[in-house]
């Protein structure tokens, strides 16, 4: 099983600032991903990567940016917050570039913009 | 598109009840169906997956789901719930149809147990 970390757990923030949520997992998988979700609601995906310096944008529109200089670290980053920005956001990744496999989720970041 | 739907938005069964959860899903290829779990203010934890072979497939804490294909569906049992079984559980659906083979999720169900 992965093991994913996400951090801050809980953030609260002011509307116009720059945030970044980390996400790090220790198993050396190729793929990564980023899922918003809305109280309540089902996840959307936002970003993926295959690997390092592979980044691309998914199903659902986002504000935000990713970036994957290191296999293990998958940071999503919000140059400026808004309320509308306001969700958990999940960190996945799987194992392997090529084929699909499971994906093992971190804890996940709840995010309220004030 | 690939989509899912979970027609129970809540159930509520007693504690040592039988469960099934309902999960239907649309996919032009083979699917790739899984079931995971989310307890509150947790991430979501897979409790089983069917790729390919045996049509039942087992997982964790007891669950199990059928994939039928001729009903397009991947319904999750437990012969007997526990108090710790409340939680969202989610059905998902993925393969690599999709160009981001990232996974299109149901709404939830959000699985009440009473004592």
């Known amino acids: 099983e992965a093991d994913i970390y996400q951090t801050p757990r809980y953030l609260v923030i002011g509307t116009g600032k720059k945030i970044t949520l980390e996400c790090s997992q220790t198993?050396?998988?190729?793929?990564m991903y980023w899922y918003q979700q809305d109280p309540g609601m089902e996840l959307h995906l936002i970003h993926y990567?295959?690997?390092?310096?592979?980044?691309e944008k998914g199903d659902l529109s986002s504000e935000s940016t990713v970036s994957r200089i290191r296999t293990e670290h998958f940071p999503l980053t919000l140059e400026s917050a808004r309320p509308s920005h306001t969700s958990q956001y999940l960190c996945a990744s799987s194992a392997h570039r090529w084929g699909f496999y499971e994906q093992y989720f971190g804890p996940g970041t709840r995010l309220t913009v004030t | 598109a690939q989509s899912v739907t979970q027609p129970d938005i809540h159930i509520t069964v007693s504690e040592g009840a039988s469960l099934e959860l309902r999960c239907n899903y649309s996919y032009g290829a083979t699917p790739y169906l899984f079931w995971y779990v989310q307890s509150p203010g947790q991430g979501l934890q897979l409790l089983l997956k069917y790729f390919s072979g045996d049509t039942l497939v087992q997982g964790i804490k007891g669950f199990e789901a059928e994939f039928k294909r001729s009903q397009s569906s991947f319904n999750l049992r437990k012969p007997s719930v526990h108090w710790s079984d409340a939680a969202e559980y989610f059905c998902a659906v993925g393969g690599a149809g999709g160009g981001a083979d990232g996974l299109t999720f149901g709404k939830g169900t959000h699985l009440i147990i009473q004592p």
């Open positions: 990567s295959y690997g390092v310096n592979s980044t």
């Open positions: 198993m050396g998988h190729d793929k």
